[in-house]
């Protein structure tokens, strides 16, 4: 059931506008760094040779240090939801139209 403005918790506390905003929850902002982290990587050829630099048994500690190291703050966490997240908008954007379709 959708809460709407001016509606009331349980114990008669006002709801406000900011509770439904996902720019209130730190976890989804700090997600958001890691998906715009991923972006800059894309376009930046300097960033691609710093992340191959780590080489294959580079580890999510790494990255992550890296990754808050150009300013973009989250997780170890954050960084693989955000990569599940990027991976699955980028499969259904490239993937070829369904035949039951």
């Known amino acids: 059931?959708?809460?709407?403005?001016?509606?009331y918790l349980g114990n008669r506390t006002p709801l406000?506008?900011?509770?439904y905003l996902p720019e209130s929850d730190p976890?989804?902002?700090s997600i958001q760094a890691a998906l715009a982290f991923f972006q800059t990587v894309r376009h930046r050829p300097d960033l691609q040779?710093?992340?191959?630099a780590?080489?294959?048994s580079m580890t999510a500690t790494q990255l992550?240090?890296?990754v808050n190291k150009l300013g973009f703050a989250c997780s170890a966490a954050e960084v693989q939801e955000a990569f599940r997240y990027d991976w699955t908008m980028r499969w259904l954007h490239y993937a070829p139209t369904s035949p039951l379709e």
């Not at 406000?16 to 509770?19: H, I, L, R, V, Y």
């Not at 040779?49 to 191959?52: N, S, T, V």
């Open 54 to 56: 780590l080489g294959p």
């Open 27 to 29: 976890k989804i902002m």
């Open 64 to 66: 992550v240090e890296l």
């Open 49 to 52: 040779q710093q992340i191959d």
């Open 16 to 19: 406000t506008m900011n509770a």
């Open 1 to 7: 059931m959708p809460v709407t403005p001016g509606c």
